[in-house]
């Protein structure tokens, strides 16, 4: 017995915990009724009078090493457990961290919802386009400088000019294609990423986006242009915006006109964004040219449309008071987290 009684008292000396389930196991198999040392109390029973006293007293002794060495592994699962629950229930609770739209993406969802209250229609069509849907069937010339290497991004060259592959320059080209598989009337907005060959700086990049307007229908007039794009004004700046429409020259519409807006900034006070002028051009504007219709194969004679193309980086910057337009594509998360809940 009292070989036994060495054993046991060997082996749980040397207990170590692993995890607190080890505790538990440890209280199994010396402490609990079917454990170790009941086992032991039971043989006691059979030992002889003789005997009683000696094994007795080493019985208790082993009790009680059991129980104290029980109560160190016990304190060892409390500390632990302490660690981790280190934490001060009065901190205040830390958020989920939310992401944030980008600017880009606040301004192109505005825009649709503002043209779409008034019947524009959403289309979409493709970066990497043919000479044709970019420039011929927009009326460029032969030699127009827009078709030029400065400002085009070529992919490859095709057996004639109309054939080349590109970076689409403008969402113009998503005008020809609408023109082409639907009869008028046609009203729709047209939203994508254009690409130009240009340096970058604060005001310029190689790749921005267009809102890319067409109307076309039976007696679509100037006003109705002028009218529309006062109406987006209002809505995308504010109701005291004023709009402004300068001469301007474009091959796929005649008259054509720059559009001005009020600047939104420094209303009219003079800043940087206008350059102290009170206006911001925000794109390009007209009346489809005859030509363009015609090349789509809708009649010039019994039909007439306008078209616009804004740049939404520029309107972006307007309204969030954006000073670089490299900001759009740097994604810093210190400028985007900006946006939340915009
Ligand atoms: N596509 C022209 C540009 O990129 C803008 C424009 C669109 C002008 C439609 C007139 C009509 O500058």
Not at 180 to 200: C, D, F, L, T
């Given at each position: 017995m009292l070989e036994s009684i060495n054993r046991i008292l060997q082996e749980a000396e040397e207990w170590k915990l692993k995890n607190s389930d080890d505790l538990?196991?440890?209280?199994?198999?010396?402490?609990?009724?079917?454990?170790?040392?009941?086992?032991?109390?039971?043989?006691?029973?059979?030992?002889?009078?003789?005997?009683k006293r000696e094994f007795g007293q080493?019985?208790?002794?082993?009790?009680?090493?059991?129980?104290?060495?029980?109560?160190?592994?016990?304190?060892?699962?409390?500390?632990?457990?302490?660690?981790?629950n280190k934490f001060d229930l009065f901190l205040p609770a830390v958020g989920n961290d939310l992401g944030a739209l980008h600017p880009l993406t606040l301004v192109k969802r505005r825009i649709t919802e503002i043209f779409a209250r008034m019947g524009f229609s959403s289309e979409d069509g493709p970066e990497i386009e043919?000479?044709?849907?970019?420039?011929?069937?927009?009326?460029?010339?032969?030699?127009?400088?827009?078709?030029?290497?400065?400002?085009?991004?070529?992919?490859?060259?095709?057996k004639q000019q109309s054939d080349d592959v590109?970076?689409?320059?403008?969402?113009?080209?998503?005008?020809?294609?609408?023109?082409?598989?639907?009869?008028?009337?046609?009203?729709?907005?047209?939203?994508?990423?254009?690409?130009?060959?240009?340096?970058?700086?604060?005001?310029?990049?190689?790749?921005f986006h267009q809102?890319?307007?067409?109307?076309?229908?039976?007696?679509?007039?100037?006003?109705?242009?002028?009218?529309?794009?006062?109406?987006?004004?209002?809505?995308?700046?504010g109701k005291?915006?004023?709009?402004?429409?300068?001469p301007s020259y474009f091959p796929f519409t005649e008259p054509s006109a720059e559009i001005?807006?009020?600047?939104?900034?420094?209303?009219?006070?003079?800043?940087?964004?206008?350059?102290?002028?009170?206006?911001?051009?925000?794109?390009?504007?007209?009346?489809?040219?005859?030509n363009v219709l015609e090349s789509a194969n809708i009649d010039p004679e019994e039909y007439t449309g306008f078209a616009f193309g804004m740049g939404i980086e520029r309107i972006a910057m307007l309204k969030y008071d954006i000073n670089d337009i490299r900001l759009f594509f740097?994604?810093?998360?210190?400028f985007l987290n900006q946006f939340q809940g915009a």
């Open positions: 538990e196991k440890y209280r199994l198999k010396f402490l609990s009724k079917k454990g170790a040392l009941n086992e032991l109390f039971e043989e006691f029973k059979t030992v002889s009078k003789e005997k080493e019985l208790n002794k082993l009790k009680n090493s059991l129980d104290s060495k029980y109560q160190e592994l016990q304190s060892e699962v409390v500390e632990e457990k302490g660690e981790a043919t000479d044709r849907y970019n420039f011929t069937a927009l009326n460029f010339p032969e030699n127009h400088p827009a078709r030029e290497m400065q400002d085009t991004f070529f992919v490859s060259k095709g590109l970076l689409r320059t403008h969402t113009s080209n998503v005008q020809v294609r609408l023109m082409e598989n639907n009869k008028p009337p046609i009203r729709s907005i047209m939203i994508g990423r254009v690409y130009r060959n240009e340096a970058i700086s604060a005001r310029a990049h190689c790749q809102a890319e307007g067409l109307y076309i229908d039976k007696n679509v007039s100037f006003l109705d242009l002028k009218n529309t794009l006062l109406h987006f004004a209002k809505e995308m700046f005291d915006t004023k709009i402004r429409l300068r001005d807006i009020s600047c939104f900034i420094c209303k009219g006070e003079g800043c940087n964004i206008c350059k102290k002028t009170g206006w911001v051009e925000i794109g390009g504007s007209g009346m489809v040219d005859p740097d994604n810093d998360v210190r």
